[in-house]
T-cell receptor, first 114, second 113 residues
Framework: SAVISQKPSRDICQRGTSLTIQCQVDSQVTMMFWYRQQPGQSLTLIATANQGSEATYESGFVIDKFPISRPNLTFSTLTVSNMSPEDSSIYLC???????????FGPGTRLTVT | AQSVTQLGSHVSVSEGALVLLRCNYSSSVPPYLFWYVQYPNQGLQLLLKYTSAATLVKGINGFEAEFKKSETSFHLTKPSAHMSDAAEYFCAVNAGNTGKLIFGQGTTLQVKP
């Protein structure tokens, strides 16, 4: 398994501003994922971040709104840009570790946009 | 294409009763199936996984799940519910060979004293 930390754990932001969320893993991993979990909902994949290449975004998510960096095999950031109240969600990062497609999740970042 | 359906968005059981959370999947490739649990204000924790070995899979906290190919199901069970089991449970299947997972809608488990 992998141990994953996220910063910040929560934040309250003003609309129109941006927030960068950090994800740190205790081991080197190839694939990292960013999810959004809206209140009372399941997880929706935003993008897949592989080191050394551009992130791959899912339908409905664009790089201008959710830029992602992956500078090395243990770290990634997700920025939520030009925020609106609709961006209020929990943002989770995960990694594919141990083979067999299993993913391990960070504790999440709870974002509230006012 | 792959998909996951969790039957019942909310399940309520009494403490000590059997827990049964239902998950059906659709997959065009051999599936890898997972159950995750999410406690309030926390991330997701892997409960158990099916990876084409034994069809009856045992996980943490006394949970187990049985892979039934003929029924395309992977239901989660626990013989005796505990108050600490109250949480959100998600079933997931691999999205082909992409490394991505597809999650079900989630089931909220309530345990009554």
């Amino acid at each position: 398994s992998a141990v994953i930390s996220q910063k910040p754990s929560r934040d309250i932001c003003q609309r129109g501003t941006s927030l960068t969320i950090q994800c740190q893993v205790d081991s080197q991993v190839t694939m990292m994922f960013w999810y959004r979990q809206q209140p009372g909902q399941s997880l929706t994949l935003i993008a897949t971040a592989n080191q050394g290449s551009e992130a791959t975004y899912e339908s409905g998510f664009v790089i201008d709104k959710f830029p992602i960096s992956r500078p090395n095999l243990t770290f990634s950031t997700l920025t939520v840009s030009n925020m609106s109240p609709e961006d209020s969600s929990i943002y989770l990062c995960s990694v594919n570790s141990g083979g067999n497609y299993e993913q391990y999740f960070g504790p999440g970042t709870r974002l509230t946009v006012t | 294409a792959q998909s996951v359906t969790q039957l019942g968005s909310h399940v309520s059981v009494s403490e000590g009763a059997l827990v049964l959370l239902r998950c059906n999947y659709s997959s065009s490739v051999p599936p890898y199936l997972f159950w995750y649990v999410q406690y309030p204000n926390q991330g997701l924790q892997l409960l158990l996984k099916y990876t084409s070995a034994a069809t009856l899979v045992k996980g943490i906290n006394g949970f187990e799940a049985e892979f039934k190919k003929s029924e395309t199901s992977f239901h989660l069970t626990k013989p005796s519910a505990h108050m600490s089991d109250a949480a959100e449970y998600f079933c997931a299947v691999n999205a082909g060979n992409t490394g991505k997972l597809i999650f079900g809608q989630g089931t909220t488990l309530q345990v009554k004293p």
